[in-house]
């Protein structure tokens, strides 16, 4: 946590903390344990880094992953087919970071130069949320 560059070390730890402690000891679950979890870490990188959607951080592709995860979810849907909706919501919040400009994090000491780069933080959330989603489909 404290030897990543960036905001990312301490955010994602605060998530990864935040997730852990839903899940305590626990070593299966199930979609909607799994939106509890993910919703945890959203609302730990929330209060921490005080970003919200559209501040060009990871918050513009964890919020859209964890909202499309309990959509589906609650819908019925399989974990595969609800975790595979959510990475792709992920991507898409990743990539709709492009014509932003920061407001949050380290980049948005860049200001207007920010606008037309893709948010790194929303990036490391797609690619775990992609491994995720492979994980999760991988198994038996």
Do not use: N
């Not at 852990?20 to 609302?43: H, N, P, S, Y």
């Not at 919200?52 to 959509?71: I, N, Q």
């Not at 709709?96 to 606008?115: D, F, H, N, V």
């Amino acid at each position: 946590m404290s030897t990543v560059g960036g905001a990312s070390g301490p955010l994602w730890g605060s998530a990864l903390r935040s997730a852990g402690r839903v899940l305590g000891d626990q070593t299966t679950f199930d979609g909607a344990q799994l939106a509890e979890v993910l919703a945890a870490a959203l609302a730990s990188v929330k209060d921490l880094g005080t970003a919200s959607l559209g501040d060009k951080t990871m918050v513009d592709a964890l919020e859209p992953a964890v909202e499309t995860l309990k959509s589906h979810i609650a819908d019925g849907e399989s974990l595969a087919q609800a975790i595979d909706a959510a990475a792709a919501a992920a991507e898409a919040g990743m990539r709709a970071t492009i014509p932003l400009q920061a407001r949050k994090g380290r980049a948005s000491y860049l200001g207007e130069r920010s606008i037309g780069h893709q948010d790194p933080g929303a990036t490391s959330t797609a690619l775990i949320m992609r491994a995720l989603q492979r994980a999760i489909t991988s198994q038996p």
